[in-house]
């Protein structure tokens, strides 16, 4: 079963968030979260999509403001995908329980040191 489910924008686009440095994003993705390059591209402005099981983000030197930014992932296996980033020296945040319209899920952030900010979650299952 995939870990990673889905990613989903904070503003406009999961696969041009803005990076100052395309390769340095590359890298500290593929090994803080586990992810692997499967483009890149120079022209019209620098830009790399990474994808982990099947779920693409991407990084474009856009000149937009990385801490306005980011992405919710959805996975599965919250806490062992937690233990993992940790693992791979991904400083987490807490775990906490969020209620959107009546639908709980578990969740943690990471806050990348490109500025951007990921919300990982994944629905609570009730039984």
Known sequence: MPKFKAAFPYQHDVLKLPVADISD?????????????????????????????????GFAENGGDASQDGAAILVS???????ELESRGAKTGEVRT???????????????????????????TSG
């Open 25 to 57: 994003a590359s890298t500290w993705y593929c090994k803080h979260f586990g992810m692997e390059e499967t483009q890149r591209t120079l022209e019209p402005i620098p830009s790399v999509i990474l994808q982990r099981d099947g779920t693409e983000i």
């Open 98 to 124: 969020d209620d959107r319209d009546g639908e709980l899920y578990t969740v943690f952030f990471v806050v990348a040191p490109d500025g951007l900010c990921y919300y990982f979650h994944e629905a609570q």
């Open 77 to 83: 296996d919250i806490l062992e995908i937690k233990k």
